[in-house]
């Protein structure tokens, strides 16, 4: 591959290593991998007053460990013009806790305002020391006489806040922005209200002390990486209103056992569930008609899969390394097998190829190490190098007429294999290296059709080479 052919995997990290080099250049830090306490941390010094020069912020205020449902009294906060030097925020005001909250205007004629972060160049560490333990978002504020409605989270605004407990978020609040709550490492609960309809890109990332997530109804979309590294998360429970799931939304959530997918959905897109190590079985919904590269790579306890009949593809690497996995059922609409879909599945022991399948793409079986034999469909016209290498346990193959080329390598390091059919009519020319069992296995080939095999290229390494009756 040229060097400069970027694979999709490498595009969607470079693009989200994109935007975090912006945001550590809005940090004026230089930029690290994760945003963990530094040992010099200092305190924020708190907020200037407007009139009095107080400090009157920084409060962590209430019980950190508290319910995050939200309930709406009628309280209404008395925000403060921002004087501070370096004010991100236009003006700040006291949840019910004590706790300040900075608020930037997103429409003077509507009178809405959206929760944002204190500081135009702010450090980790200030950033870190903004929002502590519980907080309440209020749905209203008032600022010289004028009430304002709270309608939106900014984006990065709760970014590397890593003492923020809880989060309460009014139903007021229609849009959460992009990366909003990102690496908040001891967030343990947060309410979505159901004035939410999206859930941006990279919402919970990194909230690795999430545990639970509650989706509403009014929710039709899951960004990409919303919730990935979510590490603590056991359940999710997505509602019938989402209609997509971005990228890597749930990737690394290493304790998520169990989830559905709601009926509207029609992709499951890249890596969009991958290495989540404690899934154990997943319900693909009729709708889906595509799953992309690495959909559920690395889910290594994934025992069950249902793949729908409307599943045209399953994409390069989709089920690799899903060791759990003892069975697959391809239905009859799938039409191709990517690249490593089910490489290195060593506990998958049968697969069905349907015959709307014409191509088994590279590696695509790789080292299936108890897979014992293996039977294509007319329909395959292709079998891509390595398909099939080390399956150990592999001891038969049926290789149809409809096949017009083997890839190198497809059938290597499979020693136990013993009989190989082929039902090609007119045998073509294959590496030397197809196969690794020349010395031992049986070459079954159509009556007639011996001599042309015992001249033909890579076939006629078989020392053993049996003519079929049939």
């Known amino acids: 591959m040229p060097r400069w052919e970027l694979t999709l995997k490498t595009m969607m990290k470079a693009s989200r290593l994109i935007m975090t080099m912006a945001w550590a250049l809005l940090m004026a830090t230089p930029m690290i991998t994760s945003c963990s306490k530094s040992d010099d941390a200092e305190e924020s010094g708190g907020i200037i007053g407007e009139d009095s020069g107080d400090d009157t912020g920084g409060s962590t205020g209430g019980n950190t460990g508290g319910s995050s449902d939200y309930k709406d009294d009628g309280f209404i906060a008395t925000g403060i013009t921002a004087t501070e030097e370096g004010a991100y925020y236009d003006f700040y005001a006291d949840d019910k806790n004590g706790q300040a909250i900075f608020f930037k205007v997103t429409s003077y004629e509507d009178h809405t305002v959206e929760v944002t972060h204190r500081y135009k160049e702010a450090t980790r560490t200030n950033q870190e020391e903004t ?50 709550f990102s690496e908040c490492v001891s967030l343990t609960s947060v309410n979505i209200p159901n004035s939410v309809k999206s859930i941006g890109d990279g919402v919970f990332y990194l909230c690795t002390s999430l545990t639970s997530v509650s989706i509403p109804s009014s929710v039709t979309s899951i960004g990409n990486w919303a919730f990935e590294c979510c590490t603590s998360l056991t359940s999710v429970k997505i509602p019938n209103s989402v209609m997509s799931i971005g990228c890597e939304a749930f990737s690394e959530c290493i304790s998520l056992t169990s989830l559905n997918i709601p009926n509207g959905v029609t992709d499951i897109l890249y890596g969009t569930f991958s290495k989540c190590k404690s899934l154990a079985s997943i319900d693909i919904p009729n709708s889906v008609t595509n799953i992309e590269d690495f959909a559920f790579n690395g889910c290594s306890s994934l025992a069950l899969v249902i ?90 193959v049926k290789i149809p007429n409809s096949v017009t080329s083997i890839g190198e390598s497809a059938f290597s390091d499979c020693f136990k294999l013993t009989d190989v059919y082929s039902y090609i009519e007119s045998p073509f020319s294959i590496d030397s290296n197809v196969f690794s069992v020349y010395d031992t296995a049986t070459l079954y080939v159509p009556k007639g059709t011996k001599s042309a095999y015992q001249s033909t290229k890579g076939w006629k390494k078989f020392n053993n080479i049996v003519e079929m009756d049939e």
């Open 307 to 396: 793949i729908p009949n409307g599943v045209t593809s399953i994409g390069k690497h989709a089920f690799k390394k899903c060791t759990n996995l003892t069975s697959i059922n391809i239905p009859n609409s799938v039409t191709s097998i990517g690249d490593y879909s089910f490489s290195e599945c060593i506990s998958l022991t049968s697969v069905n190829i349907p015959n709307s399948v014409t191509n088994i793409g590279a590696l695509a079986f790789y080292k299936c190490t108890s897979l014992t034999s293996i039977s294509f469909p007319n329909s395959v016209t292709s079998i891509g190098k390595k398909a099939f290498a080390g399956c150990s346990s592999l001891t038969s």
């Open 131 to 180: 929002y502590k333990g519980n907080v309440t978002i209020p749905s209203k504020v008032t600022l010289t006489d004028i009430t304002y409605s709270v309608t939106g989270i900014g984006e990065q605004a709760f970014n590397c806040c890593l003492n923020l407990t809880s989060i309460s978020i009014p139903n007021s609040v229609t849009s959460i922005g992009e990366f909003a």
